[in-house]
């Protein structure tokens, strides 16, 4: 999507209706830097309507995926179907301008081959991916989108680690399995050592007014403006939601409820050859982000995870789930309750236009009197920085950012209320008990680019099934007897240090849906004081990007 329809979207005349950008930081760098540029101009929109008052730019928003009028593809007649297929549209299209109905149809996949240079006995490695994706809308209020992803796969080895489940799906002892592929769903057994999963997301959009936008579906969310987040990420597998924006001059107001899973049966017994019920449980969130002076944004959330169903995976509802006030219910019940409340907050500074420092503050439980010292400060920080056309090079771009969270964060007394869905953790992929340090260089020329990441973490894991605050499934009141509990550090434990980079270089053919052509190599290096585990993996794809895939852990 060429630039220029970043300022489109602003016109207050395109009463289309809306959809949702696609979640991925690489692709989405254009968009936002066209964002940012925008909210440098004198703002647009009020002088359009000939009014002084400033408005929220709802297309920086700290809560993602960002909504965006839809804008109808043109053709350009000038090219041939074939080129225009390939380079510049989606495969099938339908406008109607008479019914105010359009609809796209693209194909999905992920051809890639690779091999561990590290691993002498490992076989090539590859991903087969194909999906389908559908968007549309009818009239100027309603929109919709589908997606769908069949895959089979092999892995590195300390993904295969991650992956290799048991028949005890829920993650609480010190050498757990997780059972899932890293946000792509529950995983199932493919030949020798490959894995099969599949994944859907879907979501329709109404607009009953400008200032208002009701989304029901499936798929993720993510909360704040850098590449991790520690309030909501979308570093786990879809779940089902129901999503409330209210836009208004400088403020938007956002409610999210959602339907979470445990991948543990609760204590139902299944019977044989039937597909287990799995435990679920209910999440609320609020956002609330306030632009002021065109440079400064700041938000305030909610997080809210209700007790899970019981052994007979019954949920008895509690009204305050639906409460839409921001606050009421961490006032109500508690940081430290059975339902596991988080508070946080999120801020943007923008320098330049080129320029911004963001960061977030995440607090999951204070100092209480219960004889438990400091190993209830339950909280995280985030501190990073954007620099767009780094020295005036148009494209280039350059972005770090820290991110820490203390021991037993994101955990509950029980261990089934954790922030986590689907074997994964809500927030950052990591869990709790870390430092990390990531950097990112991306640069692109015309239709070629290049990407540059590297990761540093120290992380606290466990040992000997002793729960040093990592591992956010396990319950935060299981802890070494022996601990000084006033004395609680960040990365206790089994000290490992993560290293990774990864570098890749590609051709971007049609950024409808980010077709691209890559070759890269990845770095991985995990260290304790006992051993090293080393990934050097070097991987060639085809492949469309639409959504975060987060391997760097």
Aim: net charge positive; proline share 3%.
């Amino acid at each position: 999507m060429k630039n220029i329809f970043c300022i489109l979207f602003l016109l207050p005349s395109l009463l289309f209706a809306q959809q949702n950008l696609p979640l991925n930081r690489e692709w989405g760098l254009s968009n936002e830097r066209s964002f940012s540029l925008i909210d440098d101009v004198e703002d647009t929109t009020a002088s359009l309507n000939n009014k002084t008052e400033k408005v929220h730019s709802a297309y920086s928003s700290s809560f993602k995926p960002t909504i965006v009028p839809i804008i109808l593809q043109k053709k350009d007649k000038s090219r041939s179907l074939i080129y225009r297929k390939l380079k510049q549209e989606s495969l099938f299209i339908v406008n109607d301008p008479a019914d105010k109905f359009q609809l796209s149809i693209d194909p999905l996949f992920n051809l890639e081959f690779g091999m561990d240079l590290a691993d002498s006995s490992a076989e090539k490695l590859y991903k087969n991916t194909r999906g389908f994706l559908v968007r549309g809308s009818i009239g100027e209020k309603f929109a919709f989108e589908s997606s769908f992803y069949e895959n089979q796969a092999t892995y590195a080895q300390y993904i295969d680690d991650y992956i290799d489940g048991t028949d005890d799906l829920f993650p609480q002892t010190a050498n757990y399995r997780y059972a899932v592929v890293p946000g792509q769903g529950r995983s199932k057994d493919f030949k020798k050592n490959g894995y099969d999963y599949a994944m859907a997301s879907g979501s329709i959009s109404y607009s009953p007014i400008k200032l208002f936008n009701i989304q029901i579906g499936h798929g993720k969310h993510f909360v704040g403006d850098g590449y991790r987040s520690l309030l909501l990420s979308d570093n786990s597998f879809n779940y089902p939601f129901a999503r409330l924006t209210t836009t208004y001059k400088n403020i938007q107001y956002t409610n999210l409820y959602t339907s979470f899973m445990n991948l543990t049966n609760g204590g139902v017994k299944t019977p044989p050859y039937v597909e287990r019920l799995f435990q679920k449980k209910t999440g609320s969130f609020q956002f609330l982000s306030v632009n002021l002076f065109h440079r400064l944004q700041i938000g305030l959330f909610q997080g809210m995870i209700w007790e899970a169903a019981d052994t007979n995976n019954r949920q008895h509802t509690n009204f305050n789930t639906f409460n839409p006030v921001i606050g009421v219910n961490a006032l109500a019940f508690g940081l430290h309750n059975k339902n596991n409340v988080l508070l946080g907050a999120t801020l943007k500074l923008k320098i330049t236009s080129s320029i911004s420092l963001y960061g977030q503050f995440m607090l999951d439980d204070v100092y209480s009197n219960k004889g438990r010292g400091d190993i209830r400060k339950k909280y995280g920080y985030q501190a990073g920085l954007k620099y767009f056309d780094v020295f005036t090079i148009k494209n280039l771009h350059f972005q770090m950012e820290y991110n820490s969270v203390r021991p037993y964060a994101y955990a509950s007394e029980n261990a089934y209320q954790s922030y986590t869905h689907y074997n994964q953790a809500l927030a950052h992929p990591l869990g709790a008990n870390f430092y990390e340090m990531v950097g990112f260089i991306n640069y692109r020329l015309n239709d070629f680019f290049l990407q540059l990441k590297a990761n540093y973490a120290l992380k606290g894991n466990d040992s000997l099934n002793t729960n040093f605050g990592g591992n956010v499934f396990k319950a935060d009141n299981l802890f070494p007897i022996a601990q000084d509990l006033d004395n609680i550090s960040t990365t206790q434990g089994l000290k490992t240090a993560i290293i990774y980079q990864d570098f890749h270089i590609g051709y971007l053919v049609n950024p409808v849906t980010n077709f691209n052509i890559v070759l890269g190599f990845t770095n991985r290096i995990e260290k304790t004081e006992k051993q090293t585990n080393t990934t050097q993996f070097v991987y060639f794809g085809i492949r469309t990007s639409i959504a975060n895939l987060y391997y760097d852990f």
